[in-house]
């Protein structure tokens, strides 16, 4: 009996993880999101500076993510609404 459980947990183990993580199940942030996190508490606090800083960082560090396109946005002057 229990050759026979061992069997049928080893030929169901690869079924048990073969998926890909589903994306907005993720628990961290991709780094361009926590810098336009950054940014937007620079915002907040009204550090212009670094906002700035941060923003041409992510542009810089991450040029295709969403925060980028974002970023360029800001600094062009014309401002996404904060989310």
Do not use: H, K, N
Request: charged share 35%; net charge negative; proline share 10%.
């Amino acid at each position: 009996m229990i050759p026979r459980l061992l069997i049928a947990l080893w030929l169901t183990a690869p079924f048990q993880c073969a998926s890909d993580p589903d994306p907005d199940r993720r628990i961290e942030d991709t780094p361009s999101e926590a810098l336009w996190d950054l940014a937007e508490a620079f915002r907040e606090a009204g550090d212009t500076d670094a906002r700035e800083r941060t923003l041409r960082q992510i542009v810089e560090r991450y040029p295709d993510s969403s925060e980028a396109e974002m970023a360029r946005m800001v600094l062009a002057g014309d401002e996404p609404a904060p989310e």
